[in-house]
Structure formats: structure tokens, C-alpha cells
């Protein structure tokens, strides 16, 4: 069910995350670059040896040996990443390129991107008013949404559920030009569902692929936002103990299970999530239930953020 989108070779070049990658197989979703530099990652495909034995009631599996980490989906495959520099892909007979691809673009990048050293955050990013911004929160909370209503406005797009940081240097990578939408939010936004291909074939979600508007390089992150229900739209200070615990509660590694937590330095983790909440100002937005179908919301979202951007 693959075979027309397998090279024999790695015969994509793509960018993501600021990183070459030279592919086997294809990922329309990626910009490609082109062929004068030397390739920072490679995605190939191959057999894998051996499978996780033990998967959740999700059907995925994990193991951590090392530089070496496998994570596996019940009918779509298993996923070897290697020091940051390789994802073997061994597929499910009867897996999808779309199923594939969502794997090797979510958790197989995520490890990837963990094992270079940088901090993983299930959120989604944009530029406004010339600043980097992310907006953190678990599925369904309008990551997604909240990026393309700005990026609707004008503003630039950077990543979209999986955010890249560099703590060191408070920077964040852009990802690829796309967002993952829901059909209503894509009604909102006058963008008809059925011109958009889906992000997988059990789900409704349409991926909407950007022409323009999208960051090319990485850039300094100024805030981060832990979305929130409430009433009115209100950017709204915690204590930096629950930040913490917000910023940890997002960390896209927590998907992989204990086995990845014990592989971990956690005194050296926890005080790197504490680096980054003390680099980069971290609020709660507050904004209503559902972003959709309020004229008057992204005005008052984008005045609330550009406001808190000039404070200290």
C-alpha cells in the first residue's frame, strides 16, 4: 500500500525543525531543499529488530536502548530513531502513506528532535506583532485552531502540535508549512474541508498546507501560552511552581510512557523546563470553550497578546 511512495533510495531532500533531511520516503507536507547541502537526517525504510513486545490499550509500544529508541502503532509500524540522525521505518503491510506519515512526523520527529537536544512541547507557534509565541495544551484544547485563526490575520506560521526549543540559545525551529484543522474550524475560516486532503483516513481533520506566511528561520521565543476556558479573552499570570507543572504536563515526550521517563536525567529535565519558563514569560490565556463563530474572538485574542508582548 506504500510502494508508490517508497524510493529505492533517499531520493527526497526536505527541511524541517532547521534540519536537511534526505527521505526514502516521500513527505509532501515538508519544504523541499535543495541539493547542494549535506543531510543532517535520514528517513529509510527497513526491517526492525526487535519489535516493542509490550503495547497499551492504544496498540503502541516503546523501547529506549541508548541513542537507539523504537516506537510502534498497531497497523502502521514500527519506528527506529537513531542519535538524532536516522528514523528507520519498518511499515505495517497495510498501512496507509497518510497513517506513516503522521507517525514519522509527530512521535518518530519528536524523538528525533529529543535526541539533538532539544525541548519538545505539544504546542503550536506563530509570529505576531514580530515576536515568536507558542501556544501549549493537549488535544482538542485549539492549538491548531489558535494558529490558524492568527495566521488567518496575517501573522506567520510556525509550527503546528509539535514545537521544537532550543533552551540554550531560546530559540524555536519552524516545523513545515501546515496546519491540522477540524472541518469546522476550517468553515470558520471560509476554507472548504473537502479540497483538503485528510491527516488520516479515520479521521475528519484536513490538513491545510500553507503557501505563504511561514517562517523560514528559527527565532527567539518570546512567550509561552498555556491555553485556558474563561471568560472575558484575558492573558492571566500563575505562579511559577503550576507553570512548571503546565510546561511538564505538555512536554511531548510524556506520550512515550515510564520506559522513556527512566531513561532520563530527570534533575538535568526538570531544571531545563525550569530554564525555559524563567527565559520565556509563560501565561495562561484564558479565551471561551469554542474559538469558532465569534466575529469579534480573534480581534480580542490578537489585542490581548499584543498587549502582553509590550508589558515586562
Avoid at 271 to 289: C, G, V
Wanted: aromatic share 8%.
Amino acid at each position: 500500500m506504500i510502494r508508490d511512495t517508497v524510493a529505492s533510495d533517499c531520493a527526497y531532500r526536505y527541511i524541517a525543525y532547521g534540519l536537511i533531511t534526505e527521505s526514502a520516503i516521500a513527505l509532501p507536507e515538508l519544504t523541499v531543499a535543495g541539493t547542494m547541502d549535506c543531510p543532517a537526517v535520514r528517513v529509510r525504510t527497513g526491517q526492525i529488530e526487535p519489535h516493542p513486545l509490550v503495547v497499551d490499550e492504544a496498540g503502541r509500544g516503546f523501547w529506549i536502548r541508548g541513542q537507539r529508541a523504537c516506537y510502534s502503532m498497531r497497523g502502521v509500524g514500527t519506528f527506529l530513531v537513531t542519535a538524532g540522525k536516522e528514523i528507520l521505518v519498518d511499515p505495517h503491510p497495510r498501512a496507509s502513506p497518510e497513517m506513516l506519515r503522521v507517525a514519522i512526523l509527530g512521535p518518530a520527529f519528536a524523538l528525533l528532535l529529543h535526541q539533538r537536544g532539544r525541548f519538545i512541547l505539544h504546542a503550536s507557534a506563530v509570529v505576531i506583532g514580530g515576536a515568536a509565541v507558542a501556544f501549549m495544551g493537549g488535544h482538542g484544547w485549539g492549538k491548531s485552531t489558535m494558529a490558524a485563526l492568527l495566521h488567518a490575520r496575517g501573522h506567520t506560521a510556525i509550527s503546528d502540535d509539535l514545537t521544537a526549543i532550543d533552551v540554550d540559545h531560546g530559540t524555536v525551529y519552524p516545523a513545515f508549512p501546515q496546519l491540522k484543522l477540524w472541518p469546522d474550524a476550517l468553515a470558520s475560516l471560509s476554507l472548504p474541508a473537502g479540497g483538503l486532503p485528510q491527516v488520516h483516513p479515520d479521521l475528519p481533520k484536513r490538513a491545510l498546507r500553507l503557501t505563504a506566511d511561514f517562517a523560514p528561520n528559527a527565532m527567539p521565543l518570546q512567550r509561552l501560552y498555556v491555553l485556558g476556558i474563561g471568560q472575558p479573552v484575558a492573558v492571566v499570570r500563575q505562579p511559577p511552581t503550576q507553570l512548571l507543572e503546565e510546561v511538564m504536563r505538555h512536554w511531548y515526550g510524556v506520550r512515550f510512557g515510564r520506559a522513556f521517563w527512566n531513561s532520563l536525567d530527570l534533575r538535568r529535565h526538570f531544571l531545563e523546563a525550569a530554564r525555559l519558563i524563567r527565559m520565556t514569560p509563560t501565561r495562561r490565556l484564558q479565551r471561551p470553550a469554542t474559538l469558532l463563530g465569534d466575529r469579534a474572538l480573534p480581534d480580542a485574542i490578537e489585542r490581548e497578546i499584543l498587549e502582553d508582548l509590550e508589558s515586562p
